[in-house]
């Protein structure tokens, strides 16, 4: 049994469009189903932008705001500049410190628990010498020790997942 951090967390790794939204939506709805409270982090590697023309936030960020915060009853964001990029970790315990589970998507250098989306044998060797790495999804590969799952048995990697790294849920 792995050490339980507060709030869990659990990468899904692996190339573009090789299925980690995909999986990591279907393990929200397992989770979520069982009245879990899960998160998710999606790195984007390559930046992004939530400001959209002629919005205030834009408008705030061009007058020279180092950071924007937009409220609402029921949820909010915030855009901010940052000078070092943080850990998924530091991010999860910043804004999902209740959670029960933090699924992470994307972060393939992070030393956090991932598993690994491959295909073929070329796909998991960027990963092969990861300590961090529990599990493949996709194709089995003879050489890898790692457990290994079917990437529709969503339930199988979902129960792996539950036993290894959230507390059990308890049923009156």
Do not use: W
Request: with cysteine; glycine share 6%; hydrophobic share 45%.
């Amino acid at each position: 049994m792995t050490a339980l951090i507060k709030p869990p967390l659990v990468s899904v790794a692996g190339f573009s469009n090789s299925g980690k939204t995909t999986l990591i939506s279907r393990l929200i709805e397992v989770f979520s189903g069982q009245g879990l409270k899960v998160a998710a982090i999606k790195h984007a590697r390559h930046g992004f932008d939530m400001d959209h023309p002629g919005k205030d936030t834009q408008k705030h960020r061009n007058a020279g705001a180092y950071g924007v915060l937009v409220a609402a009853a029921d949820q909010f964001a915030v855009i901010r500049d940052i000078d070092t990029e943080p850990s998924p970790l530091d991010l999860a315990c910043l804004y999902f410190p209740d959670a029960d589970l933090v699924l992470v998507e994307g972060y393939k250098t992070a030393e956090i628990p991932k598993m690994v989306i491959a295909q073929v044998p070329e796909d998991f060797a960027a990963f092969e010498n990861d300590p961090f790495v529990i599990a493949v999804v996709g194709h089995p590969f003879n050489s890898s020790p790692l457990p290994f799952f079917h990437r529709d048995d969503v339930s199988a990697i979902a129960d792996f997942i539950q036993k290894r790294f959230i507390a059990p849920v308890e049923i009156p």
